[in-house]
């Protein structure tokens, strides 16, 4: 069983930067596929990217590229999620999840939720 926990989240303005973590336990990512999701109030959640399990693949949806990167460190069980030139409508509640055996599909087709363990989310705010 693999228990999943969001950090790094909070305020931030236009412009500005943020580094989200996902800190695995209960079991090593080594194996992992790993997706970062978010969901904004009053919307439905949405893949934002996700990295294969030897961080050797990595997809971030086409409106995220540029600014979004996700990457990881195995040795640390932890996936990491960076943020820059945020925008007004990046704040949601960001996810992670992962699933094993998912690399082909993240690598193809980005994140899916179908992935079996999810994290409770880290709030990021955009204001200036």
């Known amino acids: 069983q693999v228990q999943l926990v969001e950090s790094g989240g909070g305020p931030a303005q236009p412009g500005g930067s943020l580094r989200l973590s996902c800190t695995a336990s209960?079991?090593?990512?080594?194996?992992?596929?790993v997706g970062w999701f978010r969901q904004a109030p009053g919307k439905e959640r949405e893949g934002v990217g996700c990295?294969?399990?030897?961080?050797?693949?990595?997809y971030v949806v086409d409106s995220l590229k540029g600014r979004f990167t996700v990457s990881r460190d195995n040795a640390k069980n932890k996936v990491y999620l960076q943020m820059t030139s945020l925008k007004l409508e990046d704040p949601a509640v960001y996810y992670c999840?992962?699933?094993?055996?998912?690399?082909?599909?993240?690598?193809?087709?980005?994140?899916?939720?179908?992935?079996?363990?999810w994290g409770k989310g880290t709030l990021v705010t955009v204001s200036s």
């Open positions: 999840a992962t699933d094993r055996s998912l690399d082909y599909y993240c690598k193809q087709a980005g994140p899916t939720t179908i992935m079996d363990y």
């Open positions: 209960g079991s090593t990512l080594h194996f992992y596929t």
């Open positions: 990295i294969g399990s030897d961080g050797g693949a990595t």
